[in-house]
């Protein structure tokens, strides 16, 4: 089986062919300037050369993601109904609160993308941290998938393989309208609103999914929270219009930081006037203890033997940061290791691995975080080393650059690859690459579209 470095280097060679394609790298860099791939205000960084995936490869996300989610409902359905469960879980008062807040459709994951280090020589996964209802990166992939998509390189390539792009648009509204139809207090035309603290959220990507729910004949609007209006039967948006179902794609903690300004929506939804999809049940598996609980003999006792074995394969060790769960000094004293996150903060915030500073640095840190010294607690987890890929780094300053100029040798990046779930089924992946040990945008993090190559499967984009 051709491995996914091969396609790579393939289309490397493609590029060196093409003299390093550097029109069509300047067209590529332009269209993501004028796209709608904006996060916080700024056009993500990409690169032009996508990340090119195998069968082998759609098989292991495929399964490994299923199943992570078949057995993270398992615990969530097992919090739901057993008080005594609940407490093997660190949570606020308030969370608990909304996390036991009636749902009345059948789905209990609605909306999830978990996201994963693939070893791409044998195919195993390990993961780094499970997403809910506020994942977001679709628009992102759309978008770089455009800017490549009619390349000469690409074009050569998709001429010698059969290629297909992740559709991560249709399929979420097509599930989403599935797990409304199961709605108890369902209405026949149910207006929807996709809602969040709107200075948190990726807002290019609301308005695109609210123009493709009106393709489907259903009215939807960009709400946030705190603009909401509940009167006792109905929720009403800041236009003064019902809303009958809501996409959170607000994160659990910032509702607990909006606490006061996010009653209309929790009292709606105690009464069973909206339907919330997801429910805050998510937040069971937002918050990065699932990790430790996951290993706990009270989860292990519901759980059957394979998926225990799953749990042990692809979950690294992980544990509170303080003296009563792991020894302290052992993670001071041997920090290439470790990898150091807040339990319950998103968008790699506060996210340290011990690799990537100096050995005073990482005892700092530790010394800071450990026993929630900032004010919340931090978890430690076994650092995953990243599967290191070929790639071209993003475009920066390539219109006014001399062809000369432009890059064209590969520079090797770690790989971090989200994947998409939705009501279940695994729909795609947000490839995310970075030349640091933590992968994200503050860290110089890019973003590559997905391609699978050569690969069986239903679903997916013609390109």
Known sequence: MTKNADYTREYFQII???????????????????????????????????????????????????????????????YLDDPDYRRVFDFDERLEELILLPRGYDSLLPFA???????????????CEFNGDGSSGMNENREITNSVRDTAAFRAFADRHSVRGCDLFEPWVEAFLRIYATYEHRVEKPRVAICDYLENGVVDEFYLFANLFADHGVECAVADVRELTFDGEVLRDAGGARVDAI???????????????SQALIDAVRAEKVALIGSFAGHIVHDKQIFEVLFKPETCAFLTADEISFIEQTVPLTAFLSDDAVNVAQIRANKEEWIIKPSD?????HV?????????????????????????????????????????????????????????????????????????????????????????????????ATIWVDVDMEGGVEL
């Not at 994160?251 to 607990?256: E, K, L, P, R, Y």
């Not at 903060?345 to 915030?349: C, I, K, L, N, V």
């Not at 800071?368 to 010294?373: D, L, M, V, Y």
């Open 345 to 349: 903060h998103y968008g790699a915030d």
């Open 113 to 127: 993308r978990v996201d994963t280090f693939l070893d791409e020589d044998d195919y195993r996964v390990k993961f």
């Open 16 to 78: 060196d062919e093409l003299d390093g394609d550097v029109p069509s790298r300047r067209a590529a860099h332009a269209y993501m300037r004028g796209s709608t791939a904006i996060v916080h205000h700024r056009v993500v960084d990409c690169s032009f050369v996508p990340r090119l995936f195998n069968q082998q490869t759609y098989d292991a996300m495929k399964g490994t993601a299923e199943t992570a989610h078949r057995i993270l409902c398992k615990v969530m359905q097992r």
């Open 247 to 261: 996409w959170r794609r607000c994160v659990t903690n910032d509702v607990i930081d909006h606490w006061d300004e």
């Open 352 to 448: 340290y691995a011990g690799c990537e500073v100096s050995q005073s640095e990482w005892e700092r840190l530790v010394d800071e975080f450990a026993n929630a010294r900032a004010g919340y607690p931090f978890i430690v987890q076994r650092y995953i080393r990243p599967f290191k890929t070929e790639t071209l780094p993003p475009d920066a300053r390539i219109e006014e650059a001399p062809d000369a100029d432009v890059r064209r040798e590969p520079a090797l990046y770690n790989n971090l690859n989200g994947l998409y779930l939705y009501d279940g089924a695994f729909t795609g992946v947000f490839s995310r690459l970075g030349p640091l040990p933590t992968i994200s945008k503050e860290n110089q993090g890019m973003t590559a």
